[in-house]
């Protein structure tokens, strides 16, 4: 746990040194080298990074097609939680590995935003197949994240590419 936290820590000041690392060690074929590997580099996955996808063993152009992202209610009270659902459709002819994570963009004070990517699954998806998923996201105010009223954005990401955006608003 330790490595992967240091490679981590080396990931967000240097990701290309982490890269190499990373892509050296997957040569490994050790299942422990594999989760130290996917955790070492959990940074460069929420950023998107376009080189660790394949050697974490996804594709980073993932054929999918994505039939709706919703979220529901679209205007809630803070503290109150939203549904997000999104419907996928492969357009590959294999089976295809995905990471699914979504980006709120939250409003701040004074006008400002601030995003966070949060996960949300890991999932294969056959050749021509179809997948829904949904999950909850509470706007709870607590130690770290105090929310503010306003225009709240969502952004689905597969395998760190941008697919779909939606919003809700949040009041008093």
Request: hydrophobic fraction near 40%; include cysteine.
């Amino acid at each position: 746990k330790a490595v992967a936290n240091n490679l981590n820590d080396i990931s967000k000041d240097h990701a290309d040194i982490a890269i190499a690392v990373a892509a050296r060690w997957a040569k490994d074929q050790n299942p422990l080298t594999g989760w130290i590997i996917k955790q070492g580099c959990r940074t460069l996955v929420k950023q998107g990074n376009k080189e660790i996808f394949p050697i974490l063993g996804f594709d980073h152009r993932p054929k999918v097609k994505v039939g709706k992202f919703l979220v529901s209610p679209a205007r809630l009270p803070i503290g109150a939680g939203t549904t997000l659902t999104c419907s996928l459709k492969s357009h590959a002819s294999s089976q295809q590995k995905l990471i699914i994570d979504y980006r709120v963009t939250f409003c701040r004070a004074g006008g400002k935003t601030a995003s966070k990517v949060f996960k949300w699954s890991v999932k294969p998806l056959t050749g021509g197949g179809t997948l829904t998923l949904s999950t909850r996201h509470k706007f709870a105010d607590g130690t770290t994240r105090k929310h503010f009223p306003g225009r709240h954005a969502f952004t689905l990401l597969i395998n760190g590419v941008e697919m779909a955006s939606a919003h809700c608003t949040l009041a008093r």
